[in-house]
């Protein structure tokens, strides 16, 4: 019988988790809101994640986590925590397993998803590529030689903070505002006059699909500052192909837009720059937990 793992996926307003086997059969799912009291809290949360997944699915033999931020993987410690500013320099891993006594392993989100592509995914035939995932911020790997590079300092791919101006004393003008999700609600409520507070991105997206002309123009901006960055990471890392990942890519307007503002970059660009290729995450939203199992599969014989 295949052994079954908690999968966790922590995200800036939701923890997203699921109970998987080796198989990657999904046998369970659920989803819990994100606390922001403390990191004592944040335990208990995900305790309380573990007991409810063990009632549903008995035999759970490990926990899997991908979480936001930098994360040293090889020590389970989160050295910070993303958008859940309370944690830094914590040891998540063994005080998960005191709480639950099973295995725990931790992996940054965006590598997770990293890891889930390249492994059995829409990378799976790359050995250099990058991974952009669009949520509250944008979660970022790079895949070096048919592996999930890490870096230095474990933050290779952290794209969220790449400032798109000179003003470095405005955070407004790094990726991850100008691209997070929230942005592209607060643009397309502004435009229809209604409050961001009562939309989502599947009103965006509902708008744009009935041919919206003000939604349309909202969604052609978004993506032409995604388009931008592509072309510089690019440059940069010259990879194979771009994989876009989180919920938002479930949505084809967002790829065709995508591609209609990178060929318009490219024609008009003067110098020979490699035409980017850019996919979606074949695991679209489950990517990260899949990632986190099979980065969990790695490190532990059970």
């Not at 997770?112 to 990058?130: F, N, P």
């Not at 510089?232 to 479930?250: M, T, W």
């Amino acid at each position: 019988m295949d052994k079954k793992y908690l999968c966790i996926d922590v995200g800036g307003s939701s923890i997203k988790y699921a109970v998987l086997d080796e198989k990657l059969n999904f046998l369970f799912r659920g989803n819990a809101v994100t606390p922001y009291e403390g990191v004592e809290r944040y335990l208990d949360v995900l305790e309380e994640i573990y007991h409810t997944a063990e009632a549903a699915v008995t035999g759970i033999v490990g926990i899997a986590m991908s979480v936001p931020g930098v994360i040293d993987s090889h020590n389970g410690i989160c050295i910070n925590g993303g958008s859940l500013l309370y944690i830094e320099l914590f040891p998540l891993v063994a005080r998960m397993e005191e709480r639950c006594h099973v295995p725990v392993s931790i992996m940054n989100d965006a590598k997770s998803a990293a890891l889930a592509e390249v492994t059995w995914g829409s990378l799976s035939d790359c050995q250099d590529a990058i991974v952009l995932v669009f949520g509250t911020g944008i979660g970022g790997a790079l895949v070096k030689d048919g592996e999930v590079h890490l870096g230095k300092h474990f933050a290779a791919g952290e794209f969220s903070w790449l400032m798109m101006s000179q003003e470095f004393d405005h955070v407004e003008d790094a990726w991850c505002y100008r691209n997070g999700f929230r942005r592209l609600v607060s643009m397309a409520a502004k435009v229809k006059g209604v409050d961001p507070e009562s939309i989502n991105g599947m009103d965006v997206f509902r708008w744009a699909e009935e041919g919206d002309e003000g939604v349309l123009w909202v969604l052609d901006k978004f993506t032409k500052d995604i388009a931008y960055m592509i072309m510089n990471l690019q440059c940069v890392y010259d990879p194979e192909r771009f994989a876009i990942g989180g919920g938002i890519s479930k949505q084809p307007l967002l790829l065709k837009y995508i591609q209609k503002n990178l060929n318009g970059f490219h024609t008009a660009t003067p110098f020979p720059i490699p035409k980017p290729e850019v996919t979606v995450c074949k695991y679209y939203n489950d990517a990260n937990l899949i990632g986190a199992l099979g980065y969990f599969l790695s490190q532990h014989t059970l």
